[in-house]
């Protein structure tokens, strides 16, 4: 039993970590592939990036990530596994993007990479949306407001 609470300990731990990296990375200069006509080769030219679509989250630049009050933890013990998908033996990862506002509320939920219409993505909102956050940190002020990529994983026993 406490060789599964320090494995769980460190995979949250892990997951923190590469939330952390990912969300510091900076972003890279799109480089197109592009044919010259002319010549019939292929040459690389620096092209902006497309402007993103409609409704796609708003990068907010922070100091400290936000996180859950009580870790990750207090996520997974929030999340009901969906009888259908136990049922059906699906495992796997739901990825939620999150949005938080300077209280630490969760404001909006995007699903990002799904397990499929198996109760999976709602059971992922609703264990993010049951947590508080500590929310993240510019200067030493909340910024208004932050998105924030969290992955859940479902993994019967």
């Known amino acids: 039993m406490n060789m599964k609470r320090t494995f769980l300990t460190i995979l949250i731990l892990l997951l923190a970590t ?5 969300a510091c990375s900076e972003k890279k200069e799109n480089l197109v592939t592009k044919s010259s006509s002319e010549s019939g080769t292929m040459e690389k030219s620096k092209q902006p990036p497309p402007p993103p679509p409609e409704g796609d989250e708003e990068f907010v630049e922070y ?3 936000p996180v859950p009050v009580g870790g990750y933890e207090a996520i997974t013990k929030h999340l009901k596994y969906p ?3 136990r049922k059906a033996g699906i495992q796997g990862r739901v990825l939620v993007a999150v949005k938080l506002d300077k209280e630490g509320d969760v404001i909006d939920t995007n699903i990002k990479e ?3 219409p198996n109760g999976c993505d709602e ?3 609703n264990a993010i949306k049951s947590v508080k956050w500590k929310p993240a940190m510019k200067d030493n002020k909340p910024v208004d407001f932050c998105w924030v990529y969290v992955p859940i994983e479902f993994k019967l026993k």
């Open 18 to 22: 590469f939330l952390l990296l990912w």
């Open 63 to 65: 100091d400290i990530a």
């Open 83 to 85: 009888e259908l998908a």
């Open 114 to 116: 799904s397990l499929g």
């Open 123 to 125: 059971a992922a909102m």
